[in-house]
């Protein structure tokens, strides 16, 4: 199994079926017979030639919800494009945020599938709405997740910016977000994450690095956070400077007890030794029948009544076939698998 997939399928059983025939048809009917939740991204012209489309599927479970996540939705004129995530970033602006910060015209991929995950956060959302109203209303209904319009609000929520108004009132980009000099600084032996944010963190921090006390925001240029804002190159260029003098251990401890946020720079080899990380179990190792030891990741989100737990290891392909086709009365046996 690849190591993405690992994290993404745990607490699933994983049934094949071929929907070419009728007994694997046949077997994804009887499975929808007893389902709140029908959710694909197979294209809707295949699933409806299947006899799974929307309204299908609603026969044979009229309260169902339905939740198609499909690249650029029914309408308009990329409906039938295909989508992935590299698409999806040139497509919705995701490919032009880093030559705003570095100038480099040439446009680039943000390193991570950030428009696949943050559509998916957005089906996840949508699903349960959709559940939610089922249960006060007792109606299901057909929720569309198109992944480009998903990820154009992700991303020109804040980037519309200055343009959200008619006439615009400034340029399109998060500002602050967009300039070089946001980054972490080097330290003695490091580097640093630091933001302060009120008048007297910032005035903390620059005493702590050698000013007098309160004389950061005296100064005219700095006074106010919309003055910091319009100077914040400036700002940063002194941040870096200041950096320098300490180590990174001597900043987290001297701007943590004036309460001035900042983090110590992990490293993705680091962050499996963060210290609060390990503090509240977040990675657990566990054994996988066929893939051996493996690192789990702990669910984030903290239930009081229902704690998220890990009741299942991610499962083989097809590994639960037989057993779901034997709990909706289907002979093993059967042609339904795959």
């Not at 299901?140 to 319009?149: A, K, S």
């Not at 914040?232 to 987290?252: D, N, R």
């Amino acid at each position: 199994m690849g190591p993405i997939f690992m994290h993404y399928n745990r607490n699933k059983r994983s049934v094949l079926l071929d929907l070419k025939k009728e007994d694997g048809r046949e077997a994804l009917r009887r499975l929808i017979a007893d389902a709140d939740i029908f959710i694909t991204n197979v294209r809707m012209g295949g699933l409806e030639k299947l006899g799974f489309g929307y309204g299908g599927v609603k026969a044979l479970k009229p309260d169902i919800v339905y939740v198609h996540c499909s690249g650029y939705g029914s309408e308009g004129p990329y409906a039938k494009k295909q989508a992935y995530d590299d698409l999806i970033q040139a497509a919705a602006g995701g490919t032009d945020l880093l030559s705003r910060v570095d100038g480099d015209p040439a446009p680039r991929y943000q390193p991570s599938l950030i428009a696949d995950k943050s559509s998916g956060l957005f089906g996840a959302y949508a699903t349960m709405a959709a559940l939610f109203h089922r249960e006060r209303s007792g109606e299901g209904q057909f929720v569309e997740v198109p992944m480009f319009e998903c990820f154009s609000y992700f991303n020109m929520s804040e980037n519309l910016y200055g343009h959200t108004f008619e006439p615009p009132t400034g340029n399109y980009g998060y500002s602050r977000v967009f300039n070089p000099n946001r980054k972490p600084y080097p330290t003695k032996d490091g580097y640093l994450a630091i933001l302060p944010y009120s008048d007297s963190q910032w005035d903390d921090f620059f005493e702590i690095g050698g000013l007098p006390p309160g004389t950061f925001t005296k100064n005219p240029r700095y006074a106010t956070y919309a003055l910091r804002t319009e100077n914040i190159s400036e700002i940063y260029a002194m941040i870096e400077e200041v950096a320098k003098t300490k180590t990174t251990l001597e900043w987290v401890t001297a701007l943590t007890e004036r309460n001035v946020p900042c983090m110590k720079v992990n490293r993705l080899d680091e962050v499996l030794d963060d210290e609060h990380l390990n503090a509240v179990g977040f990675f657990e190792k566990r054994d996988h029948a066929s893939e051996g030891t493996y690192i789990s990741l702990r669910h984030p989100v903290r239930f009081s009544a229902t704690p998220a737990t890990v009741r299942r290891d991610p499962p083989r392909l097809g590994e639960h076939t037989a057993e779901i086709l034997s709990d909706i009365g289907m002979d093993k046996a059967s042609d339904a698998a795959a």
